[in-house]
């Protein structure tokens, strides 16, 4: 089963983004996704053309309902890679997205549509994280906000790998 992370962006003001990072990534592991992902537009609120799907966090925030588009913005067709990493300027956990080049330019101008909206990683579907778009994807993407645990949860549900080297001591 897939572990479940906090949808940070739902209960407080935006913890964590989807952004292109002002900062460059320093790569601590880079491995192509492994499972079969979607980035869906979502909301707090039901929508026209959303599906509600639900989401427990326990730990922190119970059930809340998180409403999705059906529509899938990207795949994990469209990512090269996935690294795990730390920002240079701001030393923050990220998670990188690397796009693949055929894919760039739907992607920049798809995620242009939608900025300041919610949108949220859905894999073998359940949704795994949301956060806010901050700003267009262009080549690459950049998840901010979360703590080591998250980051090195997310990227072993991504990657389907163990990363034990960097596992923090509450991971």
Not at 7 to 29: E, N, Q, V
Not at 91 to 110: D, N
């Amino acid at each position: 089963m897939i572990e479940r992370l906090a949808l940070k962006a739902l209960r407080a003001a935006a913890l964590a983004a989807f952004a292109i990072g002002s900062g460059t990534c320093t790569k601590i592991a880079d491995t192509p996704p492994a499972v079969d992902m979607a980035f869906r537009i979502g909301s707090p609120q039901p929508c026209l053309a959303c599906e509600e799907v639900g989401y427990r966090d326990t730990r922190r925030w119970g059930t809340a309902p998180l409403y999705l588009q059906r529509r899938q913005l990207l795949t994990s067709a469209d990512i090269r890679d996935v690294s795990l990493g730390r920002d240079s300027v701001t030393g923050q956990p990220t998670l990188r997205f690397t796009f693949k080049p055929e894919a760039r330019e739907r992607i920049q101008r798809v995620t242009a549509d939608h900025v300041g909206e919610l949108a949220a990683w859905v894999v073998d579907g359940e949704v795994i994280y949301a956060a806010n778009i901050v700003s267009p994807f262009s080549d690459a993407m950049q998840v901010i906000g979360m703590d080591e645990g998250e980051q090195i949860r997310l990227y072993e549900t991504l990657t389907r790998t163990k990363n034990t080297k960097h596992r923090s001591a509450d991971g």
